[in-house]
């Protein structure tokens, strides 16, 4: 009788999750949090070592950012920016609509 109540119990949480709508990320919070504006500004504020991302979106297309959070390295052989590509890819795709806002 035990497992049986174990059993419904874990179908009723693994029901509550997956039925739970996902929770989008802020992404100035996520940006922040990532360090992003250790280096890059951002309204001139944050750090002066990157580029700046004010306006990013017109400079680089969203598969281009895509690319940079996850091969930096790939666009810009010289870059010192980690690599996101740990990050799953709702709060990378995120963060790519945070910068395509940024026009």
């Known amino acids: 009788m035990r497992i049986w109540a174990l059993a419904v119990a874990a179908l009723g949480l693994l029901a509550a999750c997956t039925l739970a709508p996902a929770q989008e990320p ?10 992003c504006f250790a280096c890059h500004s951002l ?3 944050g750090g002066k ?8 979106a017109t400079r680089l297309a969203p598969a281009q950012l895509q690319t940079i959070l996850t091969h930096p390295r790939q666009l810009h052989a010289g870059a010192k920016m980690p690599s996101f590509a740990y990050l799953p890819a709702g709060e990378r795709q995120a963060l790519v609509d945070f910068l395509q806002s940024l026009k």
Not at 26 to 35: Q, Y
Not at 49 to 56: E, K, M, N, P
């Open 26 to 35: 802020w992404t100035p919070d996520l940006a922040r949090g990532l360090g």
């Open 43 to 45: 309204a001139g504020r």
């Open 49 to 56: 070592t990157a580029a700046s991302l004010d306006r990013v």
